[in-house]
């Protein structure tokens, strides 16, 4: 048997042999895509090499690639707990050729591998092919020798689409598939692929080869693709059960470890109890989203990780668990996963603290929400469905995601009413849906090319024109006024990348002047968008490229800050600090960062002296290029949610700072200036920002807080540093007066009180006052009808106001009389004619209005009702 570790290195180590590259994991969170919500197949880091926008040194790959399908198109949430085969986080072994070997190596790689390598016999392995790809067919049956009646063609499905052809779009890269199958036996229910029995036990995929091999046209057509590649994905998880002779994933060696872990921590007693694959699958995704910078949070990525940590809680809860335990957990994941992937080994003290909060946070309001639910579910006859109120509820006031309430329904025999929960969310609903913020992006030029980037040494060269765009079509020249996409062969400016912005300037040809309003990058690409100032733009032309040099200054002195910053934060706060995300303009810095709780403000002066300590020191900020595993070796740091190549650059900053970045930067600290912490505030769970400004931006914020505090000490009619204590003395001066015009209110309101008294009416026995206290704010009228209330005994008061046009609503009723009537439905009466609506508790309510003319019908209305409820 071999377990999941030896089947990991075993992959990786065959391929290897065969000259292919190892490539480490990339990031669930996908670099510079914003097409996907997650890492979902092993394809997702090569995207750009397979699409022909980057250029790799080596044409072989192989990688072990974690993986995420819990949001947006590709989503398993829903199956796991439930099925054998299905998961929120898996590992994808791939073996990928970039127009190096295609169909016949490929496939005889996979026969190799699983039947020389593996041992697997070759009498229970069949594959599919694509019904048309006569080519693998033959591969197949007189190169590997499989006979025929184990090979069967798929073709596509009468709805649309098909099991054996790929394709990364509706337009471009695609092609046939190869899968291998294995076959359990007969004993087993099932029939083979494409069969009517298909979806049984009996034969498992356990290996997909595609073959992208044409280009697809926006009316269908096919081109075949100059340099055909092979991009090859296969489960973990399922080759595992395969060799260690079980049919469910979770019978492997690795989910044993994770389901015994998830029994002690919670104490179930039943090892087969579904809640316990659960919450062994959910710290494998969560464990890795937060290793990879994803926190619990209300939108987005960070509403997934917050779903399918709840997810984990609920089951826990419903195994009898009510404290927290899932963070307890990670010490197993670790011992088992840790030596595959060291980052999870140095993130297991963070990883375990926001699991730890997230489910405290959680727990506070799981009890409560389960009591509403069980009490919506009395009142529905078996088989019922919860209406969306109840769903949207549960998801607003008590934290519980729409599937989390799906999936206690279905247990339960019942179902959800998801148009009525749709309806009832509306603004929100596209919080609830992530995958809907991750559109496609927005430039895109076809052919561009490869750019070489100059602006490192240069903020001007001379290039020429490989291709422009224009309304989202390339296009062979602009005309003046024309807004398009200009590509150059080489460029000094900056695409943005890695939080700093794009550069913006001119490019002159001889025949017009192009300004750029931004860069972006596609792959290799540099895309330089704006619009023809003047005369004509043509590809082929020769053109000079120049960077607004003064403003790529300010954003490389905030870039080198930046780093200076992060080194700061983890100097004072702790190493748990890494970077989160950040933006670099010429106007100003930010930078998010994990940390636990907000960053106190004698913390703030210190990363602020520090990092102004750093400038001082003026050290040379000095860039090179290094392998990337020599570069982490020596401890330089990688930014959240860049993609690095195999090359990297290294930015130092004496012995303070060590970062791999592609951005540019000042030549040395002291060039910097100044820096000056605007703001700091929390953006996600765990997660701060810090805003900061630096160079002139800093200084003029300094000569304006110089300025503003001159004229503070002008309004105080002394110097400026004088200006706190005469600030402070104002203050007791106000409080003193605040306190005695409360003083004032309080007798008046005394006095008057014994005047209204005088004005009651009394039906059935019960004392009623509806009044207006011209003037009086909510503290005076709450305070009068206290003061009424204890005078008259058993009585219904309701008092009001107006002021700066808004009308406020008090209503009291004495405890002896909310039987008979309710002080939120007596509020109600009047709000209602003077455009408001309140609440409160049945012996005190209040309400506000925004029609104060209606106020004499509101009181009458009221009136009128006291009497009536009182005389029935």
Same mark, same amino acid.
């Given at each position: 048997?071999?377990?999941?570790?030896?089947?990991?290195?075993?992959?990786?180590?065959?391929?290897?042999?065969?000259?292919?590259?190892?490539?480490?994991?990339?990031?669930?969170?996908?670099?510079?895509?914003?097409?996907?919500?997650?890492?979902?197949?092993?394809?997702?880091?090569?995207?750009?090499?397979?699409?022909?926008?980057?250029?790799? *040194?080596?044409?072989?790959?192989?990688?072990?690639?974690?993986?995420?399908?819990?949001?947006?198109?590709?989503?398993?949430?829903?199956?796991?707990?439930?099925?054998?085969?299905?998961?929120?986080?898996?590992?994808?072994?791939?073996?990928?050729?970039?127009?190096?070997?295609?169909?016949?190596?490929?496939?005889?790689?996979?026969?190799?591998?699983?039947?020389?390598?593996?041992?697997?016999?070759?009498?229970?392995?069949?594959?599919?092919? =694509?019904?048309?790809?006569?080519?693998? =067919?033959?591969?197949?049956?007189?190169?590997?020798?499989?006979?025929?009646?184990?090979?069967?063609?798929?073709?596509?499905?009468?709805?649309?689409?098909?099991?054996?052809?790929?394709?990364?779009?509706?337009?471009?890269?695609?092609?046939?598939?190869?899968?291998?199958?294995?076959?359990?036996?007969?004993?087993?229910?099932?029939?083979?692929?494409?069969?009517?029995? +298909?979806?049984?036990?009996?034969?498992?995929?356990?290996?997909?080869?595609?073959?992208?091999?044409?280009?697809?046209?926006?009316?269908?057509?096919?081109?075949?693709?100059?340099?055909?590649?092979?991009?090859?994905?296969?489960?973990?998880?399922?080759?595992?059960?395969?060799?260690?002779?079980?049919?469910?994933? =979770?019978?492997?060696?690795?989910?044993?470890?994770?389901?015994?872990?998830?029994?002690?921590?919670?104490?179930?007693?039943?090892?087969?109890?579904?809640?316990?694959?659960?919450?062994?699958?959910?710290?494998?995704?969560?464990?890795?989203?937060?290793?990879?910078?994803?926190?619990?949070?209300?939108?987005?990525?960070?509403?997934?990780?917050?779903?399918?940590?709840?997810?984990?809680?609920?089951?826990?809860?419903?195994?009898?668990?009510?404290?927290?335990?899932?963070?307890?957990?990670?010490?197993?994941?670790?011992?088992?996963?840790?030596?595959?992937?060291?980052?999870?080994?140095?993130?297991?003290? +963070?990883?375990?603290?926001?699991?730890? *909060?997230?489910?405290?946070?959680?727990?506070?309001?799981?009890?409560?929400?389960?009591?509403?639910?069980?009490?919506?579910?009395?009142?529905?006859?078996?088989?019922?469905?919860?209406?969306?109120?109840?769903?949207?509820?549960? =998801? /607003?006031?008590?934290?519980?995601?729409?599937?989390?309430?799906?999936?206690?329904?279905?247990?339960?025999?019942?179902?959800?009413?998801?148009?009525?929960?749709?309806?009832?969310?509306?603004?929100?609903?596209?919080?609830?849906?992530?995958?809907?913020?991750?559109?496609?992006?927005?430039?895109?030029?076809?052919?561009?090319?490869?750019?070489?980037?100059?602006?490192?040494?240069?903020?001007?060269?001379?290039?020429?024109?490989?291709?422009?765009?224009?309304? /989202?079509?390339?296009?062979?020249?602009?005309?003046?006024?024309?807004?398009?996409?200009?590509?150059?062969?080489?460029?000094?400016?900056?695409?943005?990348?890695?939080?700093?912005?794009?550069?913006?300037?001119?490019?002159?040809?001889?025949?017009?002047?192009?300004?750029?309003?931004?860069? *972006?990058?596609?792959?290799?690409?540099?895309?330089?968008?704006?619009?023809?100032?003047?005369?004509?733009?043509?590809?082929?032309?020769?053109?000079?490229?120049?960077?607004?040099?003064?403003?790529?200054?300010?954003?490389?002195?905030?870039?080198?800050?930046?780093?200076?910053?992060?080194?700061?934060?983890?100097?004072?706060?702790?190493?748990?600090?890494?970077?989160?995300?950040?933006?670099?303009? /010429?106007?100003?810095?930010?930078?998010?960062?994990?940390?636990?709780?907000?960053?106190?403000?004698? *913390?703030?002066?210190?990363?602020?002296?520090?990092?102004?300590?750093?400038?001082?020191?003026?050290?040379?900020?000095?860039?090179?290029?290094?392998?990337?595993?020599?570069?982490?070796?020596?401890?330089?740091?990688?930014?959240?949610?860049?993609?690095?190549?195999?090359?990297?650059?290294?930015?130092?900053?004496?012995?303070?700072?060590?970062?791999?970045?592609?951005?540019?930067?000042?030549?040395?600290?002291?060039?910097?200036?100044?820096?000056?912490?605007?703001? +700091?505030?929390?953006?996600?769970?765990?997660?701060?920002?810090?805003?900061?400004?630096?160079?002139?931006?800093?200084?003029?914020?300094?000569?304006?807080?110089?300025?503003?505090? /001159?004229?503070?000490?002008?309004?105080?009619?002394?110097?400026?540093?004088?200006?706190?204590?005469?600030?402070?003395?104002?203050? +007791?001066?106000?409080?003193?007066?605040?306190?005695?015009?409360?003083?004032?209110?309080?007798?008046?309101?005394?006095?008057?009180?014994?005047?209204?008294?005088?004005?009651?009416?009394?039906?059935?026995?019960?004392?009623?006052?509806?009044?207006?206290?011209?003037?009086?704010?909510?503290?005076?009228?709450?305070?009068?009808?206290?003061?009424?209330?204890?005078?008259?005994?058993?009585?219904?008061?309701?008092?009001?106001?107006?002021?700066?046009?808004?009308?406020?609503?008090?209503?009291?009723?004495?405890?002896?009389?909310?039987?008979?009537?309710?002080?939120?439905?007596?509020?109600?009466?009047?709000?209602?004619?003077?455009?408001?609506?309140?609440?409160?508790?049945?012996?005190?309510?209040?309400?506000?209005?925004?029609?104060?003319?209606?106020?004499?019908?509101?009181?009458?209305?009221?009136?009128?009702?006291?009497?009536?409820?009182?005389?029935?």
């Amino acid at each position: 048997m071999k377990t999941t570790a030896e089947l990991r290195r075993a992959f990786l180590d065959f391929f290897h042999q065969h000259g292919h590259e190892i490539v480490p994991s990339a990031s669930l969170i996908p670099g510079n895509d914003p097409t996907l919500l997650f890492t979902n197949a092993g394809m997702v880091q090569f995207k750009e090499a397979f699409l022909g926008l980057e250029k790799r *040194q080596k044409p072989r790959a192989v990688s072990c690639q974690r993986c995420v399908r819990a949001g947006g198109k590709h989503n398993d949430l829903e199956n796991v707990g439930y099925t054998a085969r299905h998961h929120t986080f898996f590992e994808m072994l791939g073996n990928f050729s970039f127009g190096d070997y295609f169909k016949s190596e490929a496939i005889r790689f996979g026969w190799d591998f699983l039947t020389k390598t593996l041992g697997l016999p070759p009498e229970r392995l069949m594959v599919t092919v =694509y019904a048309t790809d006569d080519e693998a =067919y033959d591969i197949w049956h007189k190169e590997i020798g499989l006979p025929l009646d184990k090979i069967r063609r798929i073709g596509d499905k009468p709805n649309g689409g098909s099991d054996n052809f790929w394709q990364m779009g509706d337009t471009g890269p695609c092609g046939p598939c190869t899968e291998i199958f294995y076959d359990h036996g007969a004993h087993i229910p099932g029939g083979p692929p494409g069969s009517p029995e +298909e979806d049984g036990d009996r034969f498992i995929e356990i290996w997909n080869i595609v073959f992208m091999q044409f280009d697809r046209a926006e009316d269908g057509h096919l081109s075949p693709l100059p340099k055909p590649s092979v991009d090859t994905g296969m489960g973990i998880e399922r080759l595992a059960a395969v060799l260690q002779c079980v049919h469910s994933n =979770y019978e492997i060696d690795l989910f044993r470890h994770l389901l015994a872990a998830a029994q002690a921590v919670t104490g179930a007693k039943d090892a087969q109890d579904s809640s316990l694959k659960v919450i062994a699958d959910h710290i494998r995704s969560c464990a890795f989203l937060i290793v990879d910078g994803v926190r619990p949070g209300n939108e987005g990525r960070d509403y997934v990780l917050r779903r399918i940590i709840r997810r984990a809680a609920r089951h826990g809860h419903k195994l009898g668990v009510d404290t927290p335990f899932f963070h307890r957990l990670v010490a197993p994941l670790v011992a088992v996963m840790g030596e595959a992937y060291p980052e999870l080994t140095a993130a297991q003290t +963070e990883v375990e603290r926001v699991l730890l *909060q997230e489910e405290e946070r959680f727990l506070q309001t799981l009890a409560a929400g389960m009591h509403e639910l069980d009490a919506a579910l009395a009142h529905l006859p078996a088989g019922g469905t919860i209406p969306g109120e109840v769903v949207f509820k549960l =998801y /607003d006031t008590h934290g519980f995601p729409i599937d989390l309430t799906a999936d206690i329904a279905r247990e339960r025999g019942f179902s959800l009413d998801h148009d009525g929960f749709e309806q009832a969310m509306a603004a929100r609903r596209a919080q609830s849906r992530a995958a809907s913020q991750f559109a496609q992006q927005k430039h895109t030029v076809e052919g561009a090319g490869v750019t070489v980037f100059q602006g490192y040494t240069h903020e001007h060269a001379q290039a020429h024109i490989v291709a422009l765009a224009h309304d /989202d079509r390339n296009v062979t020249a602009l005309e003046t006024g024309q807004a398009g996409i200009l590509v150059l062969d080489q460029t000094p400016f900056y695409a943005e990348s890695g939080g700093q912005v794009g550069d913006t300037g001119l490019i002159t040809t001889p025949n017009g002047r192009f300004v750029v309003t931004d860069t *972006q990058k596609q792959g290799s690409s540099f895309l330089h968008i704006g619009q023809v100032l003047e005369g004509r733009i043509v590809v082929g032309d020769s053109a000079e490229a120049q960077i607004d040099a003064d403003r790529r200054a300010a954003i490389r002195l905030n870039h080198s800050a930046t780093h200076l910053l992060h080194a700061a934060l983890r100097h004072v706060l702790g190493s748990h600090v890494h970077q989160r995300g950040s933006r670099v303009s /010429d106007e100003s810095l930010r930078f998010d960062f994990s940390h636990p709780e907000p960053v106190t403000a004698e *913390q703030l002066r210190q990363i602020e002296a520090l990092v102004n300590a750093q400038i001082r020191e003026n050290h040379a900020v000095d860039t090179r290029e290094m392998a990337i595993d020599e570069a982490k070796a020596a401890g330089a740091m990688a930014l959240f949610g860049e993609k690095y190549g195999d090359v990297v650059r290294v930015v130092t900053m004496g012995p303070f700072s060590m970062e791999l970045c592609g951005g540019t930067h000042a030549r040395r600290g002291g060039d910097i200036g100044l820096i000056k912490i605007v703001s +700091e505030g929390g953006v996600a769970s765990g997660v701060r920002r810090i805003e900061a400004v630096t160079g002139a931006s800093a200084l003029a914020l300094a000569f304006e807080t110089e300025d503003q505090l /001159d004229q503070i000490a002008g309004l105080l009619r002394g110097q400026k540093q004088d200006a706190l204590n005469r600030v402070q003395q104002l203050i +007791e001066r106000n409080k003193a007066l605040e306190k005695e015009l409360t003083e004032l209110k309080a007798a008046r309101a005394a006095q008057a009180s014994g005047d209204l008294a005088s004005q009651a009416v009394t039906w059935g026995g019960i004392s009623t006052l509806v009044a207006e206290l011209p003037g009086a704010d909510s503290n005076t009228l709450r305070d009068m009808v206290d003061q009424l209330k204890h005078k008259l005994g058993t009585a219904a008061v309701l008092l009001a106001s107006v002021e700066d046009g808004k009308v406020r609503l008090i209503a009291g009723v004495s405890k002896d009389a909310t039987a008979r009537l309710k002080a939120g439905d007596l509020v109600n009466i009047a709000a209602a004619q003077v455009g408001g609506k309140g609440g409160g508790r049945p012996d005190m309510a209040q309400a506000g209005g925004t029609i104060p003319e209606a106020l004499p019908q509101a009181l009458e209305a009221a009136r009128t009702w006291l009497q009536q409820q009182l005389n029935d």
